[in-house]
């Protein structure tokens, strides 16, 4: 990177003064840009600003800005106990810009792609703000450490990951947010990360006659399943000039976002959730130190989808999988063949009937615990294999799979007792809130910080898997424990503090099983957020199994999870039609492909029809695993009926190769080509009547629900 030294000196000698009389003294200045920093396409400008503190404002370095312009504020967003509101109208509003943010920077550290700066109140409350550039995707990550120096205990009630400020659209010629819109995802069991997008005059975040009268969008969600509501995503873009601002953060527990707008510019900050958005505070004693999670931001010129591949690109980049994943083998489920009930019977007859199929992966599902008497979802929590479903044990049919040459695998939902287990009514290792059991219907959760719990756990599910020979664990999650717990200062806090010692159990189970593939399902991706997404081998990416959705809500969720940790479903049916079983592959093949359902009651036709998708698949992995979204377009409105259709392209990383999967859902159709020019046709598989013309795929589909995955290569 390259440096500018505008203005070098320390903003405020003293910031404000609390004497004993509680009386408070600003000392007023005007805006003055620190150091601008140039990082690839982006200019990073360290502000200060009048009674806001130092703020952090990143542009597309083609963008010209005046620092007296920007309206920054500080890039250290954080609320001590005790401190009060920087301006007007803000309480119940927003925890943004308390006196607390009022900071200097005392020295700055770091080098090459990273900027340090340390910030001080002169009070002994210190902050460490670290924004590192990665050249390769042009992504920053950011977060901040809160350092206590005072010498008494300092209550943290906010302390965000990242927030940046400045922020205009740069297509209206002048400073002003007229034209910008908020993109966000909106996240539902079996809907996860559909777009939503608002221009700030329709939130009410145009700013006054005044230029006075903060407005705040802030939208989270409070819980134990993040991506709940919302994804924990968001984006600020002036569509005329192509301008966006998008970010992303590690959200394990309740989470949130803001959009501030007061003057010509806004802000955009996100973390944990705060006290009055997340039920949050903790108590740090002197000489101890907090830190946030990371956040992920992307500045540039382009679409939404440009940023969500840097984005993709940057998180793809962190991962450290195991060796059997660097394939993208495929996958075999049998929850939708047994439905919670498998046994080394039915798996022996599932195993007969999938010969000849090129699966690497076998999953026995929920049910292989469960008593005789009571089903699958209630019985979690006690872990004892049924010996009427596996008269030989477990262990002889993970044997029996891996003799197939498949990986066997199996499910777990640790961390929570079901009503029909003896671990629901074992009080003293659960989850409670205000000193009553947490229940949530059928469903108790375990305290994860106890010894106790976790010695259970370990015997129960690390020893389990390792005495039976498994190589993959589902780690499911289907409840919620909602606004926190006992055991900490707040109930955030220890709400907080069960989901990170659930991360915790992700470095445990590689250390009892070495080379474990990882699948995070909770409810399908209620649990998709990037924090542990990093730290495991692929995800569910919904629950929408069988539905005809599936497409649509894969295309949503390729934009947030990198397609090789994305994990789709296609279920076969004994009364599939061949144009049933393509739409099924091929909707699967915008990540990982995971086969369930009837494959031992189908005919030879149609698994020849899934044999030659997953021929197919095989031979475009490498597009799906590295390439770039180049193209969504969707007109379907109402998932559940859904009329229209939807064209997706993705480029290989190295320009040479594109996947393009069509859907066709029931009519009419507003669209029905693709532009392919410069392309030439190299593979395809479909049941779609199409042809090329003029550079165009043009599709012709004879019946509803239909689909094709066609294989492009670059024409010389």
Known sequence: FTFYILHFTFFLDAVFSNTNSKSYHLKIYKPMLYRKYIFGDTAAYYVQTEGLGTGL??????????????????????????????????QGVTMRNMSSVLLTIAEKRGEGDTVVPRLADGQGNEYIHTLAYDAA????????????????????????????????????????DEGLKLVRMTSAWSRECRLKEDEFCDLGLDMSWGRYGVKAERFGQVGSMPNRGWYPFAALRDEASGFILAAAIEAPYSWQ?????????????????????????????????????????????GSLEDACNDLLRY??????????????????????????????????????????????YFVIDCGWYKPDDCGWCNATGD???????????????????????????????????????????????LLSRDGVTLTSKNR??????????????????????RENGFGYIKIDYNDNYGMGCDGAESLGEAGRQVAEESLLWLDRLEAAVPGIVIENCSSGGSRIEPLRMSKVSMCSFSDAHECNEIP????????????RQSQIWA???????IDRIVWSMTAAMFGRVCVSGDVHKIGAAQKAKIREGIEFYNAVKEVVRTGSIAEIYCDVRYYRDPHGCQLYKKVSADGRRMLLLAHFFRRPYARAEADVSGWRLAGAYTTLDFSLQGGALRFSPKSEYTAGAFLFEKSE
């Open 57 to 90: 404002c990143l542009l597309p370095v083609s963008v010209s800005a005046d620092p007296d312009e920007l309206s920054c504020d500080s890039m250290v967003q954080v609320s001590l106990r005790g401190a009060y509101n920087l301006v007007d109208y803000t």
């Open 137 to 176: 995707t042009g992504v920053f990550c950011i977060f901040v450490e809160y350092q206590n120096h005072t010498g008494k205990e300092q209550v943290l009630e906010s302390l965000q990951s990242f927030s940046l400020s400045g922020i205009f659209a740069p297509s209206a010629g002048r400073i002003t």
């Open 257 to 301: 976002m803001e959009v501030y707008k007061e003057k010509e510019t806004c802000a955009l900050s996100g973390g944990l959730a705060d006290r009055e958005f997340g039920h949050w505070y903790k108590r740090i004693g002197a000489g101890e130190s907090f830190c946030t999670h990371r956040a992920f931001v992307r500045v540039r010129f």
């Open 315 to 360: 998180q793809d980049a962190r991962l450290r999988l195991p060796a059997s994943e660097e394939n993208m083998p495929v996958l075999f489920n049998e929850y939708c063949t047994t439905w919670g009930v498998p046994s080394e019977e039915n798996i022996a007859s599932i195993l007969r009937a999938v010969e000849g199929i090129p699966f690497d």
């Open 383 to 429: 872990w004892e294999q049924n010996k009427e479903l596996f008269p030989r044990g477990i262990g002889a049919v993970a044997q029996m799979i891996r003799s197939r040459g498949m990986l066997p695998g199996l499910w777990f939902e640790f961390e929570v007792a079901g009503r029909d287990s003896k671990a629901f009514h074992k009080q003293e290792m």
């Open 444 to 465: 108790r959760f375990f305290d994860l910080r106890k010894p106790a719990v976790q010695a259970y756990i370990e015997e129960k599910m690390c020893d389990f898997l």
């Open 552 to 563: 649509l809500v894969a295309a949503n969720v390729s934009r947030v999870v990198p397609a």
């Open 571 to 577: 279920v076969i049916r004994e009364g599939d039609s």
